[in-house]
Nanobody, 114 residues
Framework: VQLVESGGGLVQAGGSLRLSCAAS??????MGWYRQAPGKQRELVAG?????????ADSVKGRFTISRESAENTEYLYLQMNSLKPEDTAVYYC?????????WGQGTQVTVSS
């Protein structure tokens, strides 16, 4: 199983970014985005199950949208982030769960300048 994230970067407050995660080697019942800011614990940003049901942190509701799609042997997870705020600055991680194990990506840095 391999999770490869992309799409992080530096953006001004109010801007947008789209994160992508390509997960190959298995099918996953639940996928999600987490983030960890310096000195803070890792937290859930948004999650989505195989049926398309989503959930998200209150701090990102109305601004971030999670989605997923499947192609051949790879599942793609996206996070569209709009109206970004400096407090959204963190390393963002993709997580994918199958019936046996819990997988994490390497993380991608998102920095929002004020």
């Amino acid at each position: 199983v391999q999770l490869v994230e992309s799409g992080g970067g530096l953006v001004q407050a109010g801007g947008s970014l789209r994160l992508s995660c390509a997960a190959s080697g298995s099918s996953f019942h639940t996928m999600g985005w987490y983030r960890q800011a310096p000195g803070k614990q890792r937290e859930l940003v948004a999650g989505i199950n195989s049926g398309g049901t989503t959930n998200s942190a209150d701090s990102v509701k109305g601004r971030f949208t999670i989605s997923r799609e499947s192609a051949e042997n790879t599942e793609y997870l996206y996070l569209q982030m709009n109206s970004l705020k400096p407090e959204d600055t963190a390393v963002y991680y993709c997580r994918a769960q199958n019936r046996w194990y819990d997988y994490w990506g390497q993380g991608t840095q998102v920095t929002v300048s004020s």
